[in-house]
């Protein structure tokens, strides 16, 4: 059974930095893609970011491009989302996602497989 499990949320104040990290069990990732959303309070899940299998391709949301970096590393199976100078419309449930082996690097909900239960993220302002 594959697993996603999230970890690095919490509250912060505006401008502070925060790094997310997922951690997959249950198959490899190192020929996926992976990628992360958020889904805020009244919104819908939205795309942040996305890294191809090898890294060399990288997809980010124009709201975060500069200040989010998404990066994976192949030999623990994990995927990282480092988030600086955060703001309050960052505040959202942040989840972690798979592809399927050689698919498409995407930015839809429906470009991923399996999904982590989500981490909270809380910035105040």
């Known amino acids: 059974q594959v697993h996603l499990v999230e970890s690095g949320g919490g509250l912060v104040q505006a401008g502070a930095s925060l790094r997310l990290s997922c951690a997959a069990s249950?198959?490899?990732?190192?020929?996926?893609?992976m990628a992360w959303f958020r889904h805020a309070p009244g919104k819908e899940r939205d795309f942040v970011a996305a890294?191809?299998?090898?890294?060399?391709?990288?997809y980010a949301a124009d709201s975060v491009r500069g200040r989010f970096t998404i990066s994976r590393d192949n030999v623990k199976n994990t995927v990282a989302l480092q988030m600086n100078n955060l703001n309050s419309e960052d505040t959202a449930v942040y989840y972690c996602?798979?592809?399927?082996?050689?698919?498409?690097?995407?930015?839809?909900?429906?470009?991923?497989?399996?999904w982590g239960q989500g981490t909270q993220v809380t910035v105040s302002s």
């Open positions: 996602a798979g592809a399927g082996n050689w698919r498409r690097l995407g930015k839809s909900v429906n470009d991923y497989d399996y």
């Open positions: 249950g198959r490899t990732f190192s020929s996926a893609a």
């Open positions: 890294i191809n299998w090898g890294g060399g391709a990288i």
